[in-house]
């Protein structure tokens, strides 16, 4: 089935540890791609978004992604992160000819100080 | 960008009852969306919101166990009907301007 996979459901770091959290997707054709984070009690929001362009896409609070079409990949990345990081991370994708976002199941990311 | 407001933010319901979850946005937006997020799980998308018709179901979702109204370009409701304890979740409102803004969710616990 087509679907966005997020193969590290749980990551724990250290401050000052570089990060990267795998997104893959199934669907073939032109694809949105996003990463929402949600921190302890708070909405859902935006990090970054990819629909064209520089596959090397910077969000805020210092994350990129880079987007590598012959693998289907969508790969959250932070040089270092911080304890105030700590929060979930969900990668999303609109494939072509949709108007709905489909998630993966979430990476839940921990770091310690 | 949007700011969306849902109520009740968590409630813990009687299994058989009903539940109706609120979402208010700041600007009149075209689509709404209804997600759910079952514990340990993804969101995935119940329904899609437009003012003036009737809402459009994800496949496993109906329309009279997850009712919806639309009333106008700024407002809806999703009622849980009849519920069972796997109704609890987290039910999240959504409106897509180019990317979608989020409520801050309902954590419903069915007993």
């Known amino acids: 089935a087509q679907s966005v996979s997020q193969h590290n459901h749980h990551v724990i770091l250290s401050e000052a540890a570089s990060l990267e959290l795998g997104c893959n997707y199934s669907y073939g054709g032109t694809v949105n791609l996003f990463w929402y984070v949600q921190y302890p009690g708070q909405h859902l929001q935006l990090l970054l978004k990819?629909?064209?362009?520089?596959?090397l896409v910077k969000g805020i609070k210092g994350f990129e992604a880079e987007f590598i079409k012959s693998k289907f990949s969508f790969n959250l990345r932070k040089p270092s992160v911080q304890w105030s990081d700590t929060a979930e991370y969900f990668c999303?994708?609109?494939?072509?000819?949709?108007?709905?976002?489909?998630f993966g199941t979430g990476t839940r990311l921990l770091v310690s100080p | 960008s949007a700011v969306i407001s849902q109520k009740p933010s968590r409630d813990i319901c009687q299994r058989g009852t009903s539940l109706t979850i609120q979402c208010q946005v700041d600007?009149?937006?075209?689509?709404m969306f209804w997600y759910r997020q079952q514990p340990g799980q993804s969101l995935t998308l119940i329904a899609t919101a437009n003012q003036g018709s009737e809402a459009t179901y994800e496949s496993g979702f109906v329309i009279d166990k997850f009712p919806i109204s639309r009333p106008n370009l700024t407002f809806s409701t999703l009622t849980v009907s009849n519920m069972s304890p796997e109704d609890s979740s987290i039910y999240l409102c959504s409106v897509d301007e180019t990317e979608a803004f989020f409520g801050q969710g309902t954590r419903l616990t069915v007993v």
């Open positions: 999303a994708v609109i494939p072509t000819g949709f108007q709905k976002l489909v």
């Open positions: 600007s009149q937006v075209t689509m």
């Open positions: 990819y629909f064209s362009g520089d596959p």
